[in-house]
């Protein structure tokens, strides 16, 4: 439990312990004095105070083989491993798909606890959020024993979690062994490590591969060899494999950027985030950039042949005017849409032109994935991007 937590009195929990206890589904959106249910299966217990006592009562409260809640949200209550601990079985138990657990300092021993649950039921977590919590390399060994056993885990999310380019390498292993199956992890969040060039590298092969969908890795100081390391593995990888990819603020400079970015296109990813983090001060992690060579560069990619990118955002770039002519030269010849989020500083005739070429792109393509809509909460901030 963190230094300094103090615990939401027990008598504030009793009214959605009595609601879980009925098992029955919630027609509306409904608050209780700790906590919202939602419809969709959402239980929201976001920045309640539960501590570890609270959560544990919370878990036991849930019904045994299935009842209401399909996404239970825990973040930053003060769990610590005991509250994991004692939350993983009984989730497992009552059919949760969705744990969030994030800032809630739970370091390794607590993720093995997790771990082994997810493990003795395969078929049932199926998105796993420990963002912000000190996780570390035991953490990490433990997750990757769950993608090695054949869960039906599809989403990762080890965000800040004081992961090393080892650590990477661990995980990464256990995916591509996972293969592209129908058991293959389809999303990886594991921004806000301090990655690097070597993170990337282990990264790559994973690219490489084909063994992820969606790959968020922002703030990692990945800067320009980082950046060139994943093109490269971008060339080889199985086309349309990866499809959204986040790598903002990484110091990634103009050449390096339009490299990675055209890379992109040409290997079928839909998304490619370069902008910027809002943590980016909180990290100190530096903004990429672009400059109009490197627009030029992007441009006669996204020209020369049809591609998948729809969305590419390159705010907090730097692109000035001139750059976003070149974008717009290029989308004037592209043979398939791409929309463009650029920052200020730009001419908004350009900015006009560039959003009606993008026009008749599909909104199905900015879709938000089950898993992401899950996680959204009453109490805390938007879901990572």
Known sequence: MVSGFEARPAEEL??????????????????????????????????????????AAVADALPEGGGPVKHLLLGTDGLGDGGAAAVAPKAVAARVETLYLGCNNIGGGGVCEIANQLIAAPGVVKALWLKRNPVGADGVRAVAETVRAGTVLRTIDLTQTGLAAPDVAVLVDA?????????????????????????????????????????YVSAARLGDPG???????????????????????????????????????????????????????????????????????IAAALAAAPHRLAFLNLRYTDLGSPGALRLLEGAQRAATPTRFLLGGGIAKRVKKELTALAAEIPASVFDVAPDVRAIRSVYRTAPPA
């Not at 009793?14 to 969709?40: I, K, N, S």
């Not at 490590?193 to 790959?215: F, K, S, W």
């Not at 992690?285 to 109009?292: C, P, S, T």
């Open 175 to 215: 995916m591509i062994a996972a293969g592209g199956g129908a058991r293959a992890i389809e999303r990886l969040y594991i921004g806000g490590n301090r990655l690097g060039a070597d993170g990337a590298r282990e990264l790559a092969r994973l690219l490489a591969a084909g063994a992820v969908a969606e790959l």
């Open 227 to 297: 950046a060139q390391v994943l093109a490269a593995a971008l060339r080889s990888a199985p086309p349309g494999a990866l499809r959204r990819l986040s790598v903002a603020s990484n110091g990634i400079g103009p050449a390096a950027l339009a490299e990675l970015v055209a890379a992109a296109a040409a290997a079928g990813v839909e998304l490619v985030d370069a902008g910027r983090v809002k943590a980016a001060a909180i990290l100190a992690a530096d903004d990429n950039h672009l400059d109009e060579p490197g627009a030029a560069t």
């Open 14 to 55: 009793a009214p959605v312990l009595a609601w879980l206890r009925r098992g029955e589904a919630v027609r509306a959106r409904t608050a209780f004095p700790a906590g919202t249910a939602l419809p969709d299966g959402r239980l929201d217990l976001c920045k309640q105070d539960l501590g570890p006592l609270g959560a």
